[in-house]
């Protein structure tokens, strides 16, 4: 048996199929939805799915995942976000590749990202971003992270910070995490470009907040560092075809880089244009 960890907040529009998704896992599976500040149905939805639910009052996704893991009793320990399907026998082959004598402790799908009806910009920063090296040993971006006991044994509780999957990351060396491309998840792009531009901004908040917190040791985590160049170097270059592609992607990284230094603090709040309900976007659970 494996425990399922979902942190929700206001999940109504995607939590439902969700979880009809995990009824195709192809094993037995404690599933704790942590219902947080949630002023919807999600709660009702989740238990109408035999899901164990946790609520607090108060939103936020750390002190959500921190509540579901007080009750959570088997390993390996999957955390999976809200809005995202898993694949037939999914959880099984993620859980099936964690193998501890050859310290493989964390693993996580291939994704894929939905651009479908998206605008240029969308498209085609995400032709860059899709090639980045980053998002091959990466676990974050993926919405779906599977974890060994002895992987989650690293640390104590997931601290008060935005970037839980970087965190997660920060705590194994690459050796340590594999892609299982057998698996693939489908993330939803963002609908606008000032949707995707309020989406990096959260990210590059989150991502300053979790390196301040490292470097004055508050937390312990080994954050990877920041490969500015890696799109030239290792996307355009090698695929020259890219190139007008490109000029959408460091224009688009450039201002939510610039709006999140000019603003640290605001609304962490996520993406909603892809909260949308399951006839709206065409994904629907296997």
Known sequence: MVSVIIAAHNEEAVIGRCLDALAHGGMPMQIIVSANGCTDATAEIARSRNALVVE?????KPGALNAAERVATSFPRVYLDADILVPPGGI??????????????????RRRVDVTGRPWPVRAYFRINQRLPVFRKGLFGRGLIVVSETGRSRFEAFPELIADDLFLDSQFVDTEKVEIGAVEVVVEAPRTTKDLVKRLVRVRRGNAEMRKAAAAESIDASVRSS??????????????????????????TMIAGYRARSKPSGDWGRDESTRVPAQETGNTAP
Do not use: C, S
């Not at 607090?56 to 936020?60: A, L, Q, S, V, Y």
């Not at 099984?92 to 799908?109: K, V």
């Open 92 to 109: 099984t082959a993620l859980a099936d590749a964690l193998d501890d004598g050859r310290g493989i402790f964390a693993t996580m799908p």
């Open 227 to 252: 490969d500015r160049w890696a799109w030239l170097r290792d996307v355009v270059l090698p695929h020259p075809q890219l190139a007008l592609d490109a000029i959408a992607y460091v224009a688009i």
């Open 56 to 60: 607090r009052t108060e939103p936020g």
